[in-house]
Nanobody, 119 residues
């Protein structure tokens, strides 16, 4: 089992910045990838950015050049720096951990943190 706790959401004006953080606990040695997903009202949960244990990073096209994921999975923390925020970035942001346990690949989610971009 892996537990994920997010922090750092809030209300920000368009063009502003926010940093989200995620701390993992539990069976952290099984984690091979962590990342952030977001879900706007009435929409599906979509990938924002991921980082692997080896440092490989992937971004959604909609956030490339504006968002930066960083962290060290071996140290149990991942952050998402969000710059040049737009109203369409408004969503609940979820931390995610993909794990490898034997031949199983369980996925874990945090409780989510609200990000609202509005003037």
């Amino acid at each position: 089992q892996v537990q994920l706790v997010e922090s750092g959401g809030g209300l920000v004006q368009p063009g502003g910045s926010l940093r989200l953080s995620c701390a993992a606990s539990g069976s952290i040695s099984s984690i091979y990838r962590m990342g952030w997903y977001r879900q706007a009202p009435g929409k599906q949960r979509d990938l924002v950015a991921t980082i692997t244990k080896g440092g490989n990073i992937n971004y959604a096209d909609s956030v490339k050049g504006r968002f930066t994921i960083s962290g060290d999975i071996t140290k149990n923390t991942v952050s998402l720096l969000m710059n040049s925020l737009k109203p369409e970035d408004t969503a609940v942001y979820y931390c995610n951990a993909d794990c490898l346990v034997g031949i199983s690949t369980p996925t874990y989610w945090g409780q989510g943190t609200q990000v609202t971009v509005s003037s």
